[in-house]
Nanobody, 127 residues
């Protein structure tokens, strides 16, 4: 079992920055591949960013590439999503997710490959 708790969401203006955190417990965090997803009202959940275990490789959705940065602190059992230059279209509930069967250095983009999810944190970007 993996428990995930997100924090750091809020209401910001376009152009502002925000950092989301996701604290994990229950399994060896350093062996988990982690991802961030988001879901806007009336839309399906979509991939935002992923980070592998082992070599901390990263990748991003095209819509956030160059603005968002995913990182992890294995000592703190936490994954972060630094969001810069926020846009109104970034408004969504953001979820972190964990893949416990991940292969070293591999990246995962599909929500179906993540077995554990946090409760989500709301990010609202006003124009």
């Amino acid at each position: 079992q993996v428990q995930l708790v997100e924090s750091g969401g809020g209401l910001v203006q376009a152009g502002d920055s925000l950092t989301l955190s996701c604290a994990a417990s229950g399994r060896t965090f350093s062996r988990l591949s982690m991802g961030w997803f988001r879901q806007a009202p009336g839309k399906e959940r979509e991939f935002v960013a992923t980070i592998s275990w082992g070599d901390s490789s990263t990748d991003y959705a095209d819509s956030v590439k160059g603005r968002f940065t995913i990182s992890r602190d294995n000592a703190a059992n936490t994954v972060y999503l630094q969001m810069n230059s926020l846009k109104p279209e970034d408004t969504a509930v953001y979820y972190c997710a964990a893949n416990v069967g991940a292969i070293y250095g591999s990246l995962y983009y599909s929500s179906s490959l993540y077995g554990y999810w946090g409760q989500g944190t709301q990010v609202t970007v006003s124009s």
